[in-house]
């Protein structure tokens, strides 16, 4: 008692006043032990740790949690900037009073990004606040293979980081269906003060997850490739598809069966393994990969 009397600097009336706080309102297990003459938190009934509700971090979690807010950054350097200063800054000098550096760590770790598209971040903020608040969005978009702007209003259900660039997954009120729009393609867009329409877990894994890479929908098609002996090593530890298979052959080839729905993604992949790559099935995709090489060999021709 003589210690938080002194740490604290509060009188013995205050600190036991503290105590009968912490015991009532926090629900916080502590006893006084008789002989030890000191007061001390037992563990929760389940065997777990009692802790204050807030923000309490080791060292460790303050290093992790910084590493986090540099990958964010990196993702889209500039879109979240003024979100995320405060809360690194706080971060640092977290690790400051202990002593150590948040500097070495972020001169540690580097992000290489490829071809990523530049997202108005104005349009960023808004879309996330109605997808956080479950709002309805509308918006003016551009259809870039037909060169076709349209006005429509959406329901947004998830923000997707794929490949360097970010698309927003919503019910589209316009179609009356599930579809995914590109951010950068987005001109215009604003908050509708109406709910967003509500659609199932199940039913958005079904469309988003079943097709391959952005191209929703369902699978329809199976494709089954042979990867050579020299690339088979590298793409034998890759995820191309949740519901993949793969096999192996004598001669040390790779085969790889993946569902898709729509092939267009799927053949720029397999363009940019040349000749490491034959499809064996299904034939249209085996044509449409062999007429692109075709292209491509009478181009430098």
Not at 212 to 223: D, E, Q, T, V
């Amino acid at each position: 008692m003589e210690d938080l009397k002194h740490e604290l600097e509060v009188s013995l009336a205050s600190v036991k006043r503290d105590i009968e706080f912490l015991r009532n309102r926090m629900g916080c297990p502590i006893d006084w032990d008789p002989k030890r003459h000191r007061y001390f938190v037992r563990d929760l009934p389940d065997g777990g740790r009692f802790e204050l509700p807030g923000l309490w971090f080791d060292a460790s979690e303050v290093f992790a949690l910084l590493m986090m807010i540099h990958l964010v950054e990196g993702v889209e350097p500039g879109l979240l900037v003024e979100h995320l200063r405060p809360m690194k800054d706080r971060l640092r000098s977290i690790l400051a009073a202990g002593g150590k550096s948040a500097g070495e760590l972020e001169r540690k770790v580097k992000l290489i990004h490829f071809a990523p598209r530049k997202v108005e971040p104005k349009h960023f903020r808004v879309m996330a606040t109605a997808l956080l608040e479950s709002k309805r969005l509308s918006l003016r978009y551009l259809r870039r293979d037909k060169q076709e702007h349209t006005e429509r209003v959406i329901s947004p259900l998830q923000l997707v980081h794929y490949r360097e660039n970010w698309v927003l997954d919503a019910w589209c009120h316009l179609r009356n269906e599930l579809r995914s729009f590109a951010l950068e393609a987005i001109e215009e867009v604003s908050v509708v003060d109406e709910p967003a329409k509500k659609v199932s877990r199940e039913d958005m894994r079904a469309h988003f997850q079943s097709g391959y890479g952005i191209f929703a929908g369902k699978a329809i098609h199976r494709a089954i490739l042979k990867f050579t002996p020299e690339r088979a090593q590298w793409v034998s530890l890759e995820t191309w598809h949740p519901d993949q298979s793969d096999r192996w052959l004598p001669d040390g080839s790779y085969i790889l069966e993946i569902p898709y729905s729509n092939d267009q993604e799927l053949v720029m992949d397999l363009l940019r393994f040349g000749a490491d790559v034959e499809v064996l099935e299904p034939p249209e995709l085996r044509t449409r990969v062999y007429d692109a090489l075709c292209v491509a060999a009478n181009r430098y021709r």
